[in-house]
């Protein structure tokens, strides 16, 4: 029985409501086309109607997989004729397919001999939930950030005339990344170099959520029919225009494609259409098209939900900056196509009129951000670390050489689990706290990260940050409204006398770990929470310092950051003389592969297991008996303490 509704070559041939019967069969649906297929050259034989059996069949079989072990969906269904036309025609890996972003890229898996492996999909030691060179030979660039593919397939096709080769460069992009000033850049360049080079615009009308802007308008005055020839901006880029056509309708895909991989001899842009989800129902009546989902039941589309402990991060900086801005009528939201994954969609539902969603354009929105600043606005400026370090000479020149005070929120700080190292926030501590006049925080927990969206909100020195994980928080009491904290004040939570354990981040939890089992070998630690990376507290170090016969410091970054800043502090106060061994642990010099996120940071050596052997291994402390410079702590008594100051608050 099918599992999906059947693919005619025209149109759909039976709705999502015709079609659910059978479904609670999904695993018994065959697939006798599909698996004939090992590699691409098993697609070359196949006449136009087998394909479009073999693209459904694939679309079964993605459906199936995904529904086990959750991905992105809704921009794989949406490729499923594409992905059969173009390694029906083509030759892979001698013509060279490169998905942008490729988070698109499960049917192209499937096809490319690595159908046995996708349950491991987005798993340790699995398939990256991306294009990756090092997993196989067809996929020639790994991508999981947008706009890069038309850059990338111009060095392949100089690099193929260079040396004398044969083989087409085809580089499908969609309508969201082609919004993207990378894209615009290439197009610029390639149009110019007059290089054979397809590009294949898989047009949507969808980024992670609706497309924005006046390319998205382009686009769809295109699609109508009611934009004039001559004001088509792929052709005055200097492409042969082709379309636009039906991305579902193999009948035109195919002859289309064969006509371009047998004729073109410049840059040509092949329009075509397509719906994110196609063919399974609930991802195309979905707002966001299923675009990443948990595991679910295919037969109803509910996906399986953890229940949470706690709000995530994300909602907590939503809610806190929506009370700032109930207050303060100056304060605006700034996102870069991830309006959901950022909060900053439930900004907009509250305040439409300051929320902008500036599409799939970092450095834009850094800038935006600034000339919002300069003219007297409170900017937040809501990124994922990973995506905001494509802004970073907006940052220095736009933002911090001018002393603005911009508000960057910088969600899925560290590590991020399935999506592996693409996605890792894991450079922004380096690179924004080596900014002059830049102010750099660390969220320990939910409610610390409404104290900083208040602090932010409250700061208009300068250039301003706080750092937050992705997933749900502790579990702590939230305040009904953040208080700003004193600007580079940090905090300690349990006082001891032996070792100091100072947290710049979420990590805080697995020093207070770290604490108790160091407690069980008689070994006194204090745990303090840095809050700030810049400025740092310095009666805090020079109180860790003097008093403890160790201090360790634990980061949610790469080296280089946290503990480098305190290492040079430190030493340029003379206080690096041995009195107190110095060990900083960080995220290690690799870029570690998807698995769960603790998984991850089993990996990175920063649990408190691993806090705990940092002691053991540098401090020649032995257990239970710390050779301690009493002196320094004459009567000193061991009272946990849960502030480093009153007037923290």
Same mark, same amino acid.
């Given at each position: 029985?099918?599992?999906?509704?059947?693919?005619?070559?025209?149109?759909?041939?039976?709705?999502?409501?015709?079609?659910?019967?059978?479904?609670?069969?999904?695993?018994?649906?065959?697939?006798?086309?599909?698996?004939?297929?090992?590699?691409?050259?098993?697609?070359?034989?196949?006449?136009?109607?087998?394909?479009?059996?073999?693209?459904?069949?694939?679309?079964?079989?993605?459906?199936?997989?995904?529904?086990?072990?959750?991905?992105?969906?809704?921009?794989?269904?949406?490729?499923?004729?594409?992905?059969?036309?173009?390694?029906?025609?083509?030759?892979?890996?001698?013509?060279?397919?490169?998905?942008?972003?490729?988070?698109?890229?499960?049917?192209?898996?499937?096809?490319?001999?690595?159908?046995?492996?996708?349950?491991?999909?987005?798993?340790?030691?699995?398939?990256?939930?991306?294009?990756?060179?090092?997993?196989?030979?067809?996929?020639?660039?790994?991508?999981?950030?947008?706009?890069?593919?038309?850059?990338?397939?111009?060095?392949?096709?100089?690099?193929?005339?260079?040396?004398?080769?044969?083989?087409?460069?085809?580089?499908?992009?969609?309508?969201?990344?082609?919004?993207?000033?990378?894209?615009?850049?290439?197009?610029?360049?390639?149009?110019?170099?007059?290089?054979?080079?397809?590009?294949?615009?898989?047009?949507?009308?969808?980024?992670?959520?609706?497309?924005?802007?006046?390319?998205?308008?382009?686009?769809?005055?295109?699609?109508?029919?009611?934009?004039?020839?001559?004001?088509?901006?792929?052709?005055?880029?200097?492409?042969?225009?082709?379309?636009?056509?039906?991305?579902?309708?193999?009948?035109?895909?195919?002859?289309?494609?064969?006509?371009?991989?047998?004729?073109?001899?410049?840059?040509?842009?092949?329009?075509?259409?397509?719906?994110?989800?196609?063919?399974?129902?609930?991802?195309?009546?979905?707002?966001?098209?299923?675009?990443?989902?948990?595991?679910?039941?295919?037969?109803?589309?509910?996906?399986?939900?953890?229940?949470?402990?706690?709000?995530?991060?994300?909602?907590?900086?939503?809610?806190?900056?929506?009370?700032?801005?109930?207050?303060?009528?100056?304060?605006?939201?700034?996102?870069?196509?991830?309006?959901?994954?950022?909060?900053?969609?439930?900004?907009?539902?509250?305040?439409?009129?300051?929320?902008?969603?500036?599409?799939?354009?970092?450095?834009?929105?850094?800038?935006?951000?600034?000339?919002?600043?300069?003219?007297?606005?409170?900017?937040?400026?809501?990124?994922?670390?990973?995506?905001?370090?494509?802004?970073?000479?907006?940052?220095?020149?736009?933002?911090?050489?001018?002393?603005?005070?911009?508000?960057?929120?910088?969600?899925?700080?560290?590590?991020?689990?399935?999506?592996?190292?693409?996605?890792?926030?894991?450079?922004?501590?380096?690179?924004?706290?080596?900014?002059?006049?830049?102010?750099?925080?660390?969220?320990?927990?939910?409610?610390?990260?409404?104290?900083?969206? +208040?602090? *932010?909100? %409250?700061? $208009?020195?300068?250039?301003? #940050?706080?750092?937050?994980? &992705?997933?749900?928080?502790?579990? /702590?009491?939230?305040?009904?409204?953040?208080?700003?904290?004193?600007?580079?004040?940090?905090?300690?939570?349990?006082?001891?006398?032996?070792?100091?354990?100072?947290?710049?981040?979420?990590?805080?939890?697995?020093?207070?770990?770290?604490?108790?089992?160091?407690?069980?070998?008689?070994?006194?630690?204090?745990?303090?929470?840095?809050?700030?990376?810049?400025?740092?507290?310095?009666?805090?170090?020079?109180?860790?310092?003097?008093?403890?016969?160790?201090?360790?410091?634990?980061?949610?970054?790469?080296?280089?950051?946290?503990?480098?800043?305190?290492?040079?502090?430190?030493?340029?106060?003379?206080?690096?003389?041995?009195?107190?061994?110095?060990?900083?642990?960080?995220?290690?010099?690799?870029?570690? +592969?998807? *698995?769960? %996120?603790? $998984?991850?940071?089993?990996? #990175?050596?920063?649990?408190? &297991?691993?806090?705990?052997?940092? /002691?053991?291994?540098?401090?020649?402390?032995?257990?239970?008996?710390?050779?301690?410079?009493?002196?320094?702590?004459?009567?000193?008594?061991?009272?946990?303490?849960?502030?480093?100051?009153?007037?923290?608050?």
């Amino acid at each position: 029985m099918a599992l999906l509704k059947r693919h005619a070559p025209k149109k759909w041939a039976l709705s999502w409501e015709e079609s659910t019967v059978g479904l609670s069969c999904a695993n018994d649906v065959a697939t006798p086309l599909l698996d004939q297929v090992r590699s691409p050259d098993d697609l070359k034989g196949m006449r136009s109607e087998e394909l479009c059996r073999l693209a459904q069949e694939l679309r079964d079989e993605t459906l199936r997989i995904v529904s086990e072990t959750g991905g992105h969906l809704g921009s794989s269904l949406g490729v499923i004729e594409l992905t059969v036309a173009i390694h029906s025609v083509f030759k892979a890996p001698r013509d060279t397919i490169i998905w942008d972003v490729s988070h698109q890229c499960y049917p192209h898996k499937i096809l490319t001999g690595r159908r046995g492996k996708m349950r491991s999909l987005r798993k340790k030691n699995g398939l990256s939930g991306f294009t990756r060179r090092s997993e196989s030979s067809f996929d020639p660039f790994g991508a999981a950030h947008s706009s890069t593919s038309i850059s990338a397939g111009l060095g392949f096709a100089a690099a193929r005339d260079l040396k004398g080769e044969a083989g087409h460069v085809v580089c499908v992009i969609g309508d969201g990344a082609m919004s993207a000033g990378m894209a615009f850049e290439a197009l610029n360049n390639a149009g110019n170099s007059g290089r054979p080079l397809i590009v294949i615009l898989n047009d949507n009308d969808m980024s992670i959520s609706a497309s924005t802007g006046a390319l998205s308008n382009h686009l769809a005055a295109i699609r109508k029919g009611t934009e004039p020839s001559a004001s088509n901006v792929f052709q005055n880029f200097g492409f042969e225009y082709r379309g636009p056509v039906d991305g579902h309708d193999l009948d035109t895909l195919l002859p289309l494609l064969e006509e371009l991989r047998d004729t073109a001899t410049a840059p040509v842009l092949l329009h075509v259409t397509t719906r994110k989800g196609a063919g399974y129902g609930p991802a195309e009546r979905a707002t966001d098209k299923y675009h990443g989902v948990n595991p679910f039941d295919v037969s109803t589309g509910v996906q399986v939900k953890v229940e949470a402990k706690a709000p995530s991060y994300t909602r907590v900086f939503a809610d806190a900056l929506i009370q700032e801005a109930k207050a303060d009528e100056r304060i605006v939201a700034i996102t870069a196509a991830m309006a959901a994954g950022t909060g900053i969609d439930r900004f907009q539902a509250a305040f439409p009129d300051r929320a902008f969603d500036v599409g799939i354009a970092e450095q834009h929105a850094v800038t935006f951000a600034a000339g919002l600043a300069a003219s007297g606005m409170k900017p937040f400026c809501a990124i994922y670390s990973t995506f905001l370090q494509r802004a970073y000479d907006q940052i220095v020149h736009d933002v911090a050489l001018q002393q603005l005070p911009v508000r960057f929120a910088i969600d899925r700080a560290g590590l991020v689990g399935a999506d592996g190292p693409t996605h890792a926030g894991a450079f922004d501590i380096l690179y924004l706290a080596n900014l002059p006049g830049f102010t750099v925080m660390a969220a320990s927990d939910e409610a610390e990260l409404v104290h900083m969206v +208040a602090t *932010a909100a %409250a700061h $208009d020195q300068g250039p301003i #940050a706080f750092r937050y994980p &992705r997933g749900e928080g502790t579990g /702590v009491p939230l305040p009904m409204r953040g208080e700003p904290l004193p600007i580079g004040r940090g905090r300690i939570l349990e006082r001891g006398s032996q070792v100091a354990l100072l947290s710049f981040g979420t990590r805080l939890a697995d020093c207070l770990k770290a604490r108790r089992l160091l407690g069980l070998e008689g070994i006194s630690a204090t745990v303090a929470d840095a809050r700030f990376a810049k400025p740092l507290d310095a009666a805090l170090l020079a109180d860790l310092v003097d008093g403890h016969d160790m201090l360790v410091t634990v980061e949610e970054g790469a080296t280089g950051g946290f503990g480098a800043l305190v290492l040079h502090h430190l030493a340029n106060r003379g206080m690096l003389d041995g009195r107190c061994a110095i060990r900083t642990l960080t995220l290690p010099d690799t870029f570690i +592969a998807q *698995a769960s %996120a603790e $998984d991850m940071y089993e990996e #990175a050596r920063l649990t408190a &297991r691993h806090i705990v052997a940092t /002691v053991h291994g540098g401090s020649g402390i032995a257990r239970g008996h710390g050779e301690v410079r009493r002196t320094a702590r004459a009567g000193q008594q061991e009272q946990p303490t849960r502030l480093h100051r009153a007037e923290d608050r």
